[in-house]
């Protein structure tokens, strides 16, 4: 018999000895892989270093803020300035959202103001109609009411009626002062504007005729009142409220219409005067003291050296 433990058997898988069973093919150089082997001299590997986290960068100082504290601000710890820098943004960002609520309503305000103008406007239009529609209408309803005893009357006999007329003559009233104050307040205007058109055309004349005399002026005058036949109230009418009498333009042919109009005044007051004529020999000069006898005899009231003398003077012609 054969031991089990006999350690001699051969090996075999089967009927096949592990020997004879095929293996790999063995590599060939250029198969093996090659190792990096240049060892550090302790033999042991070194760790990869890991990539450098890159630099936080410094935190601005807020708007605003001086030399002094922004260098103190720099000092700061950045938590602290990260804190800092949060809370000005939210108050940066709050104050625009304020600001941009208020101009919001301004808008809003400045819109509700314009349409309130408009109907004041357009109410002020309407003013002079809206006068004399209702006084025909108070007249209609309360023509009968003609003095202070009608009135008294209403009161005691139909107090309804005397309310509603109260109520109507107040309203009238009301209505007709504003209509009158902005009658009033139109002409103001329109006169403001006049005296400042008047005003720069004066201007423009002066610089145009520097060298007006009053007595020009008094011509001016007299030709207005003589040569065109207006009076003085209205020419100031004209004046203060025709702006083509007023301008530069109608002062200019105004100064030149009155002085030819004195031009030709005085050709018409100059009378030519006749020269006198010449006297005779031993004739009165009548400019002169009378020195003849004839004229001495008279005057002595001695007729008969008159008649001899004038007698005399007859034989001589």
Same mark, same amino acid.
């Given at each position: 018999?054969? /031991?089990?433990?006999?350690? +001699?058997? $051969?090996?075999?898988?089967?009927?096949?000895?592990?020997?004879?069973?095929?293996? $790999?093919? !063995?590599?060939?150089?250029?198969?093996?892989? +090659?190792?990096?082997?240049?060892?550090?001299?302790?033999?042991?590997?070194?760790?990869?270093? +890991? !990539?450098?986290? &890159?630099?936080?960068? !410094?935190?601005?100082?807020?708007?605003?803020?001086?030399?002094?504290?922004?260098?103190?601000?720099?000092?700061?710890? @950045?938590?602290?300035?990260?804190?800092?820098?949060?809370?000005?943004?939210? @108050?940066?960002?709050?104050?625009?959202?304020?600001?941009?609520?208020?101009?919001?309503?301004?808008?809003?305000?400045?819109?509700?103001?314009?349409?309130?103008?408009?109907?004041?406007? %357009?109410?002020?239009?309407?003013?002079?109609?809206?006068?004399?529609?209702?006084?025909?209408?108070?007249?209609? /309803?309360?023509?009968?009411?003609?003095?202070?005893?009608?009135?008294?009357?209403?009161?005691?006999?139909? !107090?309804?009626?005397?309310? @509603?007329?109260?109520?109507?003559?107040?309203?009238?009233?009301?209505?007709?002062?504003?209509?009158?104050?902005?009658?009033?307040?139109?002409?103001?205007?329109?006169?403001?504007?006049?005296?400042?058109?008047?005003?720069?055309?004066?201007?423009?004349?002066?610089?145009?005729?520097?060298?007006?005399?009053?007595?020009?002026?008094?011509?001016?005058? %007299?030709?207005?009142?003589? =040569?065109?036949?207006? +009076?003085?109230?209205?020419?100031?009418?004209?004046?203060?409220?025709?702006?083509?009498?007023?301008?530069?333009?109608?002062?200019?042919?105004?100064?030149?219409?009155?002085?030819?109009?004195?031009?030709?005044?005085?050709?018409?007051?100059?009378? $030519?005067?006749? &020269?006198?004529?010449?006297? @005779?020999? =031993?004739?009165?000069?009548?400019?002169? $003291?009378?020195? /003849?006898?004839?004229?001495?005899?008279?005057?002595?009231?001695?007729?008969?050296?008159?008649?001899?003398?004038?007698?005399?003077? =007859?034989?001589?012609?």
């Amino acid at each position: 018999m054969t /031991d089990q433990n006999d350690n +001699s058997a $051969p090996d075999v898988i089967g009927e096949t000895p592990i020997a004879s069973m095929p293996g $790999p093919a !063995p590599a060939t150089p250029s198969q093996i892989p +090659s190792y990096d082997l240049d060892l550090p001299p302790d033999h042991h590997a070194q760790p990869t270093p +890991s !990539p450098t986290a &890159p630099e936080e960068q !410094p935190i601005a100082a807020p708007r605003g803020y001086t030399a002094a504290e922004q260098k103190q601000f720099a000092s700061l710890p @950045r938590e602290a300035q990260e804190a800092i820098a949060r809370r000005e943004s939210d @108050r940066e960002r709050h104050f625009h959202e304020v600001r941009g609520k208020l101009a919001q309503d301004q808008r809003t305000l400045e819109a509700a103001a314009a349409e309130i103008r408009q109907a004041q406007v %357009r109410f002020q239009e309407l003013l002079p109609n809206l006068a004399t529609g209702l006084e025909r209408d108070f007249l209609r /309803d309360y023509g009968d009411i003609k003095s202070e005893a009608d009135v008294t009357k209403l009161q005691e006999e139909d !107090p309804v009626r005397f309310a @509603r007329f109260s109520l109507e003559l107040t309203k009238l009233r009301d209505i007709q002062a504003q209509a009158h104050a902005r009658a009033v307040a139109e002409h103001n205007a329109r006169q403001a504007q006049f005296e400042a058109f008047g005003q720069q055309q004066d201007r423009i004349f002066q610089e145009r005729n520097p060298n007006v005399t009053q007595a020009e002026w008094a011509g001016v005058r %007299r030709y207005l009142s003589e =040569g065109l036949g207006l +009076s003085e109230q209205q020419a100031m009418h004209l004046w203060f409220t025709s702006p083509d009498f007023r301008s530069a333009g109608g002062q200019q042919l105004l100064l030149d219409a009155s002085r030819y109009y004195e031009g030709q005044r005085r050709v018409r007051q100059a009378r $030519p005067v006749a &020269p006198p004529k010449p006297l @005779r020999p =031993g004739t009165h000069n009548t400019f002169g $003291p009378a020195t /003849d006898t004839l004229a001495l005899a008279a005057a002595k009231g001695d007729m008969d050296s008159f008649i001899r003398q004038r007698n005399r003077n =007859g034989k001589a012609r």
